[in-house]
């Protein structure tokens, strides 16, 4: 009797759960649904902000909380992605756990990007803010709104500031890589909007902002009305002007056209095809021992494509050190010839290891803050001055599926902006 009773309150549990689920959030509704499977593709590889909510289905404050919820992704639609994940869900649980989820509902956002682990040197992460404040649609936009980081570039002649350029050199940044836009506003503040199209085109286009009161440039571009946008095509300089309703869907499709694309491997390998005189490079299966600074400069920082620095310690004297260097070396060798296999010359992929015991690697490994915990990996484009760290077991298929989510424009890459050497710099006393 005891058992079929247990049975029943099961069977009811489970009935009124999963309309419980439907009821809170449909799958083609404004919430983005969260699981164990989609976590990090939505919430940890994107730069767009993430209002994220822990919820249960069970729970009575999240079924008051739905209503509302869904009003802030309808009126964040596009600006910030608005999700939820349901924690009563045994594959969820271990997300809702990370993240120290004790009561429901929780909400918490997360930034656009991802800073250094203090605990963890050469560790980056996403530290969510959780939202304390009133539960009302109007409050938590407010909330998620003022989290919008800005990539938007000032543009000043009249009230130059450390972080302005003049407009002579915003058009002379990177010239011949990116398009540029510029939004002539009579807005004091940079708009939400904007913002958030900052976040969605870093790295694929230069955005600029130029105010009212800059009158010489006004004049210059000759901006009858405010606000205007203005799109510079990298090839032919060509100027044209936005001229639909400024909203997230219109401005999104517009500078798509003008954008680089998200996988900027295509655009590589149709530039290849263009120049017939450039002659490929035999592929090379071996890992290279970047020994020395003349190694490092002439197989990697003065050629283009990516290079995979792999740092390994190796003992000589140890025939356990030997041993585990070579299983590491097979690893990498295996992962190299299987993109190969897969991409072909259509982008330079070169794999270099460091002994992880000499002075020169120890520097580099302090100055890209990575940890000292190895074998340790990461990939750096040397011509746009961007690396990221790979956080994952050292084995094949996990490096391969690194390697090729950064070559598809997936996930955050750190800049940069000192000399990459493994020599140091000598004390005085030494010379």
């Given amino acids: ?133 009133p539960r009302t649609a109007n409050e938590m936009v407010k909330f998620a709104l003022s989290e919008i980081p800005s990539f938007v570039q000032p543009i000043s002649n009249k009230n130059p500031t450390k972080k302005s350029l003049t407009i002579e050199e915003f058009l002379a940044k990177d010239n011949e890589t990116m398009s540029k836009v510029i939004l002539f506003t009579n807005k004091d503040k940079t708009t939400h909007l904007y913002k958030a199209l900052s976040v969605e085109f870093h790295n694929r286009l230069l955005l600029g902002e130029v105010r009212q009161q800059e009158s010489s440039i006004i004049e210059e571009f000759g901006i009858k009305k405010f606000p205007t946008l203005l799109a510079i095509n990298k090839k032919t300089n060509e100027i044209s002007e936005f001229t639909e309703k400024y909203n997230y869907e219109n401005l999104s499709k517009y500078l798509n056209k003008y954008a680089l694309p998200k996988n900027t491997s295509n655009e590589k390998r149709s530039e290849k095809k ?93 100055d890209f803050k ?14 746009r001055k961007v690396y990221r760290p790979y956080l994952g077991p050292f084995d094949e298929e996990n490096i391969k599926k690194f390697l090729k989510e950064v070559i598809k424009g997936k996930g955050k890459s750190f800049e940069y902006d000192f000399t990459i050497t493994l020599e140091t710099k000598r004390k005085k006393d030494e010379l």
């Fill in 1 to 133: 009797m005891l058992y079929s009773l247990r049975i029943l309150i099961a069977s009811l549990a489970l009935c009124m759960s999963l309309p419980c689920i439907l009821a809170l959030y449909d799958k083609s509704g404004p919430v983005t649904l969260v699981t164990d499977k989609n976590f990090r593709e939505v919430v940890l590889l994107t730069e767009q902000v993430v209002l994220m909510e822990f919820f249960a289905p069970w729970c009575g404050h999240c079924k008051n909380l739905a209503p509302e919820y869904k009003k802030v992704a309808e009126n964040l639609k596009g600006l910030v992605k608005v999700a939820a994940i349901d924690c009563d869900d045994q594959s969820n649980r271990n997300i809702c756990g990370a993240y120290d989820v004790k009561g429901f509902p929780t909400i918490k956002l997360f930034p656009s990007q991802a800073v250094p682990d203090k605990k963890n040197p050469g560790s980056f992460l996403k530290k969510p803010k959780d939202y304390n404040g």
């Fill in 274 to 366: 263009k120049e017939p005189k450039v002659e490929l490079e035999p592929y090379n299966p071996e890992i290279l021992d970047a020994n020395s600074q003349a190694i490092l400069d002439n197989e990697c920082l003065s050629k283009p494509g990516l290079c995979i620095f792999t740092f390994l310690p190796l003992e000589t004297e140890f025939e356990e050190s030997i041993k585990e260097h070579e299983s590491n070396i097979k690893i990498l060798k295996n992962v190299k010839e299987s993109l190969h296999e897969e991409l072909g010359n259509s982008i330079y992929l070169r794999f270099l290891w460091f002994n992880s015991l000499e002075s020169g690697s120890k520097k580099l490994l302090k």
């Fill in 370 to 383: 990575l940890a000292d915990v190895f074998p340790v990996l990461m990939i750096l484009n040397p011509n």
